[in-house]
């Protein structure tokens, strides 16, 4: 449930680094380019400590391995789709937010 400080924090670090190295703030382009990257990272950690909590005594994996039906495969694709837009999406804009505030920071 705190997944979204992993997509704030990884935009804001990300747009404070691409801003001390290139001197201005990243585009838009840039910034889902970046994002795209840090999704796939973001995803890859969600999953490994998806399955560790699932592995964990009363984790529920039991119950998700014997109940495995089409229907469960569909709705658990589409949550990764949906997941993976989010963070996408949302670490390309505190990219963009991160880049900005950090040039604004040394100048003012």
Known sequence: S???IVVMGAGMWAGIYFAKRAGRPAEWRECFRIGAVLMVVQIAL???LTFGFMLLPGGGFDEVTSNLSMG???TLAVLLVVTSLIYWVGTAA???MGSKSALKA???
């Open 2 to 4: 705190l997944s979204h």
């Open 46 to 48: 969600s999953t490994v």
């Open 72 to 74: 469960l495969l569909v």
């Open 94 to 96: 505190f990219l963009r």
């Open 106 to 108: 040394t100048k003012g």
